[in-house]
Each structure stands twice: as structure tokens, then as C-alpha cells.
């Protein structure tokens, strides 16, 4: 070869490498998937008419994202209550091992997610995701003194719901400061929400400040807690504007070169039961049906947005719910738990109980996985899961190693099951009430440690509950409806679960791993 040739082969050959270098850098950033969670507010369960085909709510843009990817029927919330969920959901912690032992955070209280905890926003930003929180936060916040620079609610001890006067905190807060220890302490770029539609203040906020500053008392005859309210503030507007939101940050993100992660925290089908005023009577369930198929019109306004910008063939879909359904019908934007069935319509089938509750109702979800590069069309996964293994399941598909021993105590990495394996990844999963009440099932078999339900259901005329045994179990593979107690039956089945589950509390993890 001649010498100009040689020169001529080297500097082409230089360009060609220095090109897939460069490519080789943003291959990766190229290739990994957007990651968008829709997280449904309270929904259960036979609710979507792809998981209850006598459902009386009509799902089309559900139905279709389950069509297009993967429905799992055995998929379980880490609580049958909000933030306990959540705070899984982003931690992969069940959140039973913080400071919050049963129920929620109330109004006013501080942050559940500790400070240098590892979250999914955080756990994404490594790998450069541009990350949003959008909808609702509910995981507390420290709001700032309006006689200091403190913080009024550092000292409140969470679970504390007898404190005296919490309803007036707000006088003590100035609302004009900058909050702390809400979403982007947590790991996200971005904010927007109305942090819980129930509690005060009725506004928005846009990363850690609010948008308006309440100016007046929310109205006595107005559904939520009592508090500050902003001009102008409507129920019924909530939903539109965070799912315009959503939609405005899909197509902003799709003229970057980075992937993004969006935690879209929906405020429906919880209480207050608004629905715009589109879609009321749409449905024969009532202002409680009307309100669930705003959800499906919400999920269909994403999946477009994803479609039209380009993005929805590399980007991975979750959608699924905090917990299960308190079955509301709507009256006065709530109505009594269970009153939606007088149309006819179950949001829990097949299974038994409701939000809140310890049996299947209250923690059994849908759980939808679109991707449609990666994940086969039409397929259905029948493994146990739980919400708390999305982050090591993200973590794998991303390719982000994390130390197994100090973060995601309790998530399983499922991306064998998107990507059509059936072998089980879970042999096991703990289940919380909002009561405390703690069941462990390990295959079919379910031990709950308690006689009832551990929630709502414990106000409805259900079949009476066992009184002679300190527990319940049951088998699911023949006793689906959890009717058939057997614990007095199976003792050393009982002394099984009871010391996996004692393991799990004393290690601090429910992963088959040395701690």
C-alpha cells in the first residue's frame, strides 16, 4: 500500500472510529427506554374491563395498552393504603419498616422518604434520565415557619393522628418560602401536583413551591380536610390539568437526546369523586364509574402523546394502582365504602374485600406493561409480583448495579417475566393493612395474622370472620374468596409463614439474601 493511500486509510479509518466512539457515548442514552408509571388512585382491581368483563365502566385505552403488552393477574400493592405504596414504589422498601406502622400520612405531616435513601428518580439520574414527578405526592413535605427559618413540622411525630391543632399548622407556615423534602429532595428534576386532593392547601405546586398562595378557608361544604385554599380552586379541574401536564412534558422531552422517567400519580378514582364534566354519566356505575373512565381517557392521552413525539416503541408503560377500591358510588364526591355495587358493578371481582383490607381486594391490582420493542403483544403473566420490584426491575433493564444488601430491601428484579419467561422470580410477598394487620403468602397458601379484615370491610355485612383461631389461612388455589379458614387445619404451615415472616422483619429484607 502506498504511503498517501496508507495516510488516507488511517485518517478515514480515524474518522470511522472516532464516530462510533461517539456513537458508542450516546448509544447507550439512544437505547435505553423512557420509563413512564401511570399510578391510578384507588382503583381496583375488576374495575378495567380487560381484568372484569362484567365490568360496568367501559376501558378502551387500558384494554388496548394490555393488548398491545403484558397484563399480570397476580400483582400486589406493598399496602392496601396510599402511602405506604408509594414510598415502596420509589424505594422498593416495604415502607412497615419507617416510622409509619399503619394507615397514611395526615395533613401537614413531614417527609417518609428519608433523606439518603436510593429512589427510582435518583437511581435514573445516573444514567442521565431527565426525571418528573407529576399528580400526586402524598410522601410529606417540611413546610417552612413564618417566624424563622425552620420548619413548622420537624418535631410531629408521624402516626401521630391525635395530634391537637393539626388542623391549624398552616397558621404557623409561611406558604410564600420555598418546601422542602417534597419530590425533588427524592430525586426528580421536575414537580407538578396538588400533593393530596383532600388535604389542604387547595393548590398547585410546581417543584417546591406553590404555584398560588391559598388566600382564603376552603369552604365549609366542600369535600377535603379543613384549610387554606387558593382563588379559584375547583375539584373537578385536578384531573384535566395534571394529565396536560403530563402530555406537555412527553413532548418536550421527545426534542431531547436523553431518555426520560415520568411518575404520573394520578388523583383518580380516590375521593373527591370529580369527574369533568365530560365524562359524567358516561358510564352505568355511577359518578364513581364516570370518574374511572377518566382515568381511561388519561392513559389514552399519554399513550397518544407517546405515539405522536415518536417515542412509544422504545419507552416502557407501567400501569397499575396504589391500592384497591373502596368501592365509593360518588355521593357528596365520596359515598359509603362498598356502595358502588348497587349498579351493579364490583371493583374488587373476583376477589374478596377492599382498600385498606388485608384480604385480596384491598392489594390485588392491574398491573399493565407496555413496551413494544421489548415486550410481547397479547401476553398474559400469572407470577406474583409486587410494586415494590419496579426499581430493581428498571435497574437491570437500565443496567444500573446497586447494592443489593443496603437498597431495594424488597424488589425483585421481574424483567425476566416482561420478557415472556414464566418461571417464577418471587417465591413469596408480605401484605399490609391499613390496620397493621400483616399476611404472608409463600404459593397458594396465605397466612393472614389477625381475625378480620384489617379494613374497610370490617364495616360491611360480610361473612362472619373466624373467632376461635388468632389468624387466618387459606389456600387461593381452590379458595379464591378467602371463605374457607384453615388455620386451626395446618399448624406447621402456619409456624412456617409465621417465622419467614419474623425473618423478614429481623433481617430488614425479604430478598433470599445474607444479611
Same mark, same amino acid.
Given at each position: 500500500?502506498?504511503?498517501?493511500?496508507?495516510?488516507?486509510?488511517?485518517?478515514?479509518?480515524?474518522?470511522?472510529?472516532?464516530?462510533?466512539?461517539?456513537?458508542?457515548?450516546?448509544?447507550?442514552?439512544?437505547?435505553?427506554?423512557?420509563?413512564?408509571?401511570?399510578?391510578?388512585?384507588?382503583?381496583?382491581?375488576?374495575?378495567?374491563?380487560?381484568?372484569?368483563?362484567?365490568?360496568?365502566?367501559?376501558?378502551?385505552?387500558?384494554?388496548?395498552?394490555?393488548?398491545?403488552?403484558?397484563?399480570?393477574?397476580?400483582?400486589?400493592?406493598?399496602?392496601? @393504603?396510599?402511602?405506604?405504596?408509594?414510598?415502596?414504589?420509589?424505594?422498593?422498601?416495604?415502607?412497615?419498616?419507617?416510622?409509619?406502622?399503619?394507615?397514611?400520612?395526615?395533613?401537614?405531616?413531614?417527609?417518609?422518604?428519608? &433523606?439518603?435513601?436510593?429512589?427510582?428518580?435518583?437511581?435514573?439520574?445516573?444514567?442521565?434520565?431527565?426525571?418528573?414527578?407529576?399528580?400526586?405526592?402524598?410522601?410529606?413535605?417540611?413546610?417552612?415557619?413564618?417566624?424563622?427559618?425552620?420548619?413548622?413540622?420537624?418535631?410531629?411525630?408521624?402516626?401521630?393522628?391525635?395530634?391537637?391543632?393539626?388542623?391549624?399548622?398552616? &397558621?404557623?407556615?409561611?406558604?410564600?418560602?420555598?418546601?422542602?423534602?417534597?419530590?425533588?429532595?427524592?430525586?426528580?428534576?421536575?414537580?407538578?401536583?396538588?400533593?393530596?386532593?383532600?388535604?389542604?392547601?387547595?393548590?398547585?405546586?410546581?417543584?417546591?413551591?406553590?404555584?398560588?398562595?391559598?388566600?382564603?378557608?376552603?369552604?365549609?361544604?366542600?369535600?377535603?380536610?379543613?384549610?387554606?385554599?387558593?382563588?379559584?380552586?375547583?375539584?373537578?379541574? @385536578?384531573?384535566?390539568?395534571?394529565?396536560? &401536564?403530563?402530555?406537555?412534558?412527553?413532548?418536550?422531552?421527545?426534542?431531547?437526546?436523553?431518555?426520560?422517567?415520568?411518575?404520573?400519580?394520578?388523583?383518580?378514582?380516590?375521593?373527591?369523586?370529580?369527574?369533568?364534566?365530560?365524562?359524567?354519566?358516561?358510564?352505568?356505575?355511577?359518578?364513581?364509574?364516570?370518574?374511572?373512565?377518566? @382515568?381511561?381517557?388519561?392513559?389514552?392521552?399519554?399513550?397518544?402523546?407517546?405515539?405522536?413525539?415518536?417515542?412509544?416503541?422504545?419507552?416502557?408503560?407501567?400501569?397499575?394502582?396504589?391500592?384497591?377500591?373502596?368501592?365509593?358510588?360518588?355521593?357528596?364526591?365520596?359515598?359509603?365504602?362498598?356502595?358502588?355495587?348497587?349498579?351493579?358493578?364490583?371493583?374488587?371481582?373476583?376477589?374478596?374485600?377492599?382498600?385498606?383490607?388485608?384480604?385480596?381486594?384491598?392489594?390485588?391490582?392491574?398491573?399493565?406493561?407496555?413496551?413494544?420493542?421489548?415486550?410481547?403483544?397479547?401476553?398474559?403473566?400469572?407470577?406474583? @409480583?409486587?410494586?415494590?420490584?419496579?426499581?430493581?426491575?428498571?435497574?437491570?433493564?437500565?443496567?444500573?448495579?446497586?447494592?443489593?444488601?443496603?437498597?431495594?430491601?424488597?424488589?425483585?428484579?421481574?424483567?425476566?417475566?416482561?420478557?415472556?419467561?414464566?418461571?417464577?422470580?418471587?417465591?413469596?410477598?408480605?401484605?399490609?393493612?391499613?390496620?397493621?394487620?400483616?399476611?404472608?403468602?409463600?404459593?397458594?397458601?396465605?397466612?393472614?395474622?389477625?381475625?378480620?379484615?384489617?379494613?374497610?370491610?370490617?364495616?360491611?355485612?360480610?361473612?362472619?370472620?373466624?373467632?376461635?383461631?388468632?389468624?387466618?389461612?387459606?389456600?387461593?388455589?381452590?379458595?379464591?374468596?378467602?371463605?374457607?379458614?384453615?388455620?386451626?387445619?395446618?399448624?406447621?404451615?402456619?409456624?412456617?409463614?409465621?417465622?419467614?415472616?419474623?425473618?423478614?422483619?429481623?433481617?430488614?429484607?425479604?430478598?433470599?439474601?445474607?444479611?
Amino acid at each position: 500500500m502506498k504511503f498517501k493511500t496508507l495516510k488516507r486509510f488511517v485518517f478515514c479509518a480515524g474518522i470511522f472510529v472516532g464516530l462510533m466512539s461517539c456513537n458508542s457515548e450516546t448509544k447507550g442514552t439512544e437505547q435505553s427506554p423512557n420509563i413512564v408509571i401511570i399510578l391510578a388512585d384507588d382503583l381496583g382491581y375488576g374495575d378495567p374491563q380487560i381484568y372484569n368483563v362484567d365490568s360496568k365502566i367501559p376501558t378502551p385505552n387500558i384494554d388496548k395498552l394490555a393488548r398491545g403488552g403484558m397484563r399480570f393477574t397476580d400483582a400486589h400493592t406493598p399496602s392496601s @393504603v396510599c402511602t405506604p405504596t408509594r414510598y415502596g414504589l420509589l424505594t422498593g422498601r416495604y415502607a412497615w419498616r419507617t416510622p409509619l406502622k399503619r394507615s397514611v400520612l395526615w395533613a401537614w405531616d413531614k417527609p417518609l422518604i428519608e &433523606k439518603n435513601r436510593l429512589t427510582l428518580p435518583k437511581l435514573l439520574k445516573s444514567k442521565q434520565y431527565h426525571t418528573a414527578c407529576i399528580g400526586k405526592w402524598h410522601l410529606g413535605w417540611r413546610w417552612p415557619s413564618n417566624t424563622d427559618d425552620g420548619f413548622v413540622n420537624d418535631t410531629i411525630k408521624i402516626g401521630d393522628y391525635g395530634l391537637k391543632g393539626r388542623n391549624d399548622l398552616w &397558621k404557623k407556615m409561611d406558604f410564600s418560602k420555598a418546601l422542602a423534602g417534597g419530590p425533588l429532595e427524592a430525586g426528580f428534576d421536575y414537580y407538578f401536583g396538588d400533593d393530596v386532593p383532600n388535604f389542604a392547601p387547595y393548590t398547585f405546586f410546581e417543584n417546591n413551591k406553590l404555584i398560588q398562595i391559598p388566600d382564603r378557608l376552603k369552604p365549609a361544604d366542600m369535600f377535603g380536610t379543613p384549610g387554606p385554599m387558593a382563588e379559584g380552586w375547583e375539584l373537578d379541574k @385536578v384531573m384535566p390539568t395534571i394529565t396536560e &401536564k403530563a402530555v406537555d412534558y412527553i413532548k418536550e422531552q421527545s426534542k431531547t437526546e436523553n431518555p426520560f422517567f415520568l411518575y404520573f400519580a394520578l388523583t383518580a378514582p380516590h375521593t373527591p369523586i370529580a369527574p369533568a364534566s365530560e365524562f359524567k354519566g358516561a358510564t352505568e356505575a355511577g359518578p364513581y364509574g364516570d370518574f374511572v373512565y377518566q @382515568v381511561d381517557y388519561t392513559v389514552g392521552q399519554v399513550v397518544e402523546a407517546l405515539e405522536a413525539s415518536g417515542q412509544l416503541e422504545n419507552t416502557l408503560v407501567i400501569f397499575t394502582s396504589d391500592n384497591g377500591s373502596p368501592q365509593r358510588d360518588g355521593t357528596n364526591m365520596a359515598g359509603v365504602a362498598g356502595s358502588v355495587k348497587k349498579y351493579g358493578h364490583d371493583p374488587s371481582k373476583p376477589w374478596k374485600g377492599m382498600k385498606a383490607d388485608i384480604l385480596e381486594g384491598g392489594h390485588r391490582v392491574p398491573f399493565v406493561a407496555l413496551w413494544p420493542k421489548k415486550i410481547k403483544g397479547n401476553s398474559i403473566n400469572n407470577q406474583v @409480583v409486587c410494586l415494590t420490584d419496579i426499581i430493581a426491575t428498571v435497574a437491570s433493564l437500565v443496567e444500573i448495579p446497586y447494592d443489593e444488601k443496603n437498597a431495594m430491601e424488597d424488589s425483585y428484579d421481574i424483567s425476566s417475566l416482561l420478557m415472556g419467561s414464566d418461571a417464577p422470580v418471587r417465591t413469596d410477598i408480605v401484605h399490609h393493612a391499613i390496620n397493621g394487620t400483616f399476611a404472608i403468602r409463600k404459593g397458594a397458601w396465605k397466612l393472614i395474622l389477625g381475625k378480620g379484615p384489617g379494613g374497610f370491610s370490617r364495616s360491611l355485612n360480610l361473612p362472619e370472620f373466624p373467632v376461635k383461631t388468632e389468624g387466618q389461612l387459606y389456600n387461593l388455589s381452590n379458595d379464591p374468596s378467602e371463605t374457607d379458614n384453615v388455620y386451626a387445619e395446618y399448624p406447621e404451615k402456619v409456624r412456617e409463614l409465621t417465622e419467614l415472616l419474623n425473618r423478614y422483619k429481623i433481617n430488614g429484607s425479604s430478598k433470599q439474601i445474607e444479611i
